[in-house]
């Protein structure tokens, strides 16, 4: 079986393709033949050794890479053999991942595959749009949430899934995706920039009620929050000291098959925004990993065996 590994940290050159065995499902897994995975940017942190240096993967001789997986599955417990689902691979320090011909998950981390999509499409959803919806779980309010990073993969499902809430959704983004976010379900748009909470404040007196910072602008954001307010951080050390009484929480993504079949459900509905930048074959995971350093991309990279 070919899979992408990384044996040492360094660019997208230390990407390496091997063939290994085809892995085995234990009690409460299944095996998946991947039909598409995405490529996101924690692989490349991975890759690069900022999470190693960090803490969040420990040392390893091998590294898989890849998170989000949609295919079929070929073997195992919890679903029928050929039935197409979409899974997230949360434990991250194992040597094979979803940049492989197959990949075993636990059944629990593993859903149906949304209903009238390609399999390029579905593999956008898990880690995306599960870390939007367990951040969008720590906030109380029922009133206005600020998203930063609107235009991003996490943003745009944020957003999406906020106003699927019906809560008054303000988005931060570059100009030029203003109508792009609008139609995630944004009813309020401030350009990135400097003076972010006096510009929210403009249009919200006194300040969001909650932030979700998926753009990862820590103090700048937490000036858009009203006293007494939220905020939600994307990554780890990314969390703002609580000023003014604001409540400072970080979502960690966890698998959760359930709620990902929910959001297969709305992805099928059309609620949530499916966007691919570009399909390669698995061999060119080093040509998707300096795509994605280089930026400018709108949608998920992904890669297909």
């Known amino acids: 079986m070919r899979a992408i590994v990384v044996r040492r940290f360094g660019g997208p ?71 197409a689902v979409i ?30 999509v390609s399999p390029a499409e579905a593999a956008t959803l898990p880690l995306n749009a599960l870390t939007a919806a367990q951040a969008l779980d ?26 699927a809430r019906r809560l008054r959704v303000v988005a931060v983004a570059s100009e030029s995706d203003e109508a792009l976010v609008r139609r995630f379900g944004a009813d309020e748009f401030v350009p990135r920039g400097p003076a972010l909470g006096d510009r929210v404040r403009a249009l919200v007196p006194g300040g969001a009620d909650a932030v979700l910072d998926t753009a990862l602008l820590g103090l700048d954001a937490l000036d858009a929050v009203r006293g007494g307010g939220e905020f939600v951080a994307f990554a780890a050390g990314a969390a703002p000291i609580p000023l003014r009484g604001v409540r400072v929480r970080s979502v960690w993504i ?3 098959g359930p709620r990902l079949a929910e959001l297969a459900r709305l992805a099928s509905a059309g609620v949530l925004p499916l966007r691919v930048a570009d399909v390669l074959p698995l061999s060119a995971a080093a040509t998707a990993h300096e795509r994605l350093a280089a930026g400018g991309l709108r949608g998920r990279l992904v890669l297909t065996p």
């Open 138 to 163: 720590l906030v109380e309010t029922t009133g206005t949430v600020l998203v930063t990073g609107a235009g991003g993969a996490v943003g745009g499902y944020a957003v999406a899934l906020a106003h």
């Open 254 to 256: 966890r698998a959760d």
């Open 13 to 83: 050159e230390v990407l390496e393709p091997v063939e290994v065995p085809t892995p085995e499902p234990g009690p409460g897994q299944v095996r998946i033949r991947v039909a598409a995975a995405a490529v996101n940017p924690v692989d490349v942190a991975t890759r690069a050794g900022i999470l190693t240096g960090a803490g969040v993967i420990p040392p390893r001789e091998v590294l898989g890479l890849g998170w989000d997986v949609a295919g079929v599955v070929d073997a195992g417990s919890g679903f029928e053999v050929g039935t």
């Open 87 to 116: 899974g997230l691979r949360d434990r991250i320090a194992t040597p094979l991942g979803a940049y492989a011909e197959q990949v075993v998950l636990d059944a629990s981390a593993v859903a149906p595959a949304p209903a009238g």
